[in-house]
């Protein structure tokens, strides 16, 4: 290695240190602010009561919010990894023609490409006008899965793809169906991965405040007691919290439960991958 390979190589080592010490300083520093100015408004009552006080949200708690976004999160993810694993499975192993393949990827990329607030636009006036489903758990988790939908199907079917080819052809070469193959042995095989993928989206659909603002989040509502029901989510109520003014101490004890829930979703999906890969 010549000098000047020497020093590109030592520009590029100082380079990508400092741009992951500027994420993770970035990312200490928000976690820290929000915890630092949330932290006294989180004890037991705060989680598990409802908001009260006038304005509605001054006083009590967030549970309907906390266990709204968990159901919003569910159902996105059945919705959309339903969907997602079909069309991972008919790209990769029954698509024969190369055409029909680009048209899929192109779909999922535009799809991937919408404003989450376009979303929200679209579920309220499919789901909730024209299919009569209303401001409802059910809208507004499904509006969610379509968000996440592209999210997972481009990360199962590199996943589909990835998979031993070995495998595949030894179980062709004795005589096993494309069916039989594919679910007794590949999505088994990767369920840990497949899984990991699908609760990562769960989290991103958590987070998300657009989709839900028309078709199903309101000011306030008890805990869902069944899908056309309307739920207060974490990320509405953080919204309404900070844009109307009414509190910004509980705005920031919201903040700071929202973050451990996606920190804790995220902790899962890293531990299923890690443990995926030590399984196969």
Request: with cysteine.
């Amino acid at each position: 290695m010549d000098m000047d390979d020497r020093i590109r190589d030592y520009i590029f080592k100082i380079w990508i240190a400092f741009s992951a010490i500027t994420v993770i300083s970035v990312i200490v520093y928000i976690f820290g602010y929000i915890f630092v100015h949330g932290i006294s408004s989180v004890d037991m009552e705060f989680i598990f009561s409802q908001p009260k006080g006038m304005p509605i949200g001054t006083e009590g708690g967030i549970f309907p919010a906390i266990v709204g976004s968990i159901y919003l999160m569910l159902i996105a993810c059945l919705f959309a990894s339903t969907l997602a694993i079909a069309t991972a499975v008919y790209t990769v192993f029954y698509c024969d023609n190369k055409r029909i393949e680009g048209i899929i990827h192109l779909i999922v990329k535009c799809m991937a490409g919408i404003p989450s607030i376009v979303l929200g636009l679209f579920g309220y006036t499919l789901l909730v006008l024209n299919l009569r489903l209303g401001r409802s758990l059910l809208s507004a988790g499904i509006t969610l899965g379509i968000m996440i939908y592209p999210y997972i199907e481009v990360r199962i079917e590199k996943i589909l793809r990835e998979a031993d080819k070995d495998i595949i052809d030894s179980s062709y070469a004795l005589g096993v169906s494309k069916f039989h193959t594919l679910f007794k042995l590949i999505l088994p095989l990767y369920k840990r991965d497949i899984i990991s993928v699908i609760t990562l989206a769960g989290g991103f659909a958590m987070g998300a405040t657009a989709p839900i603002i028309l078709t199903g989040a309101v000011l306030f509502a008890p805990v869902p007691k069944s899908l056309s029901s309307p739920i207060m989510a974490l990320p509405f109520h953080l919204y309404i919290l900070t844009g109307e003014g009414i509190s910004l101490e509980k705005a920031y004890g919201t903040a700071l439960v929202l973050i451990l829930i996606l920190l804790i979703i995220n902790i899962l999906s890293i531990v299923l991958t890690i443990t995926g890969k030590e399984h196969n």
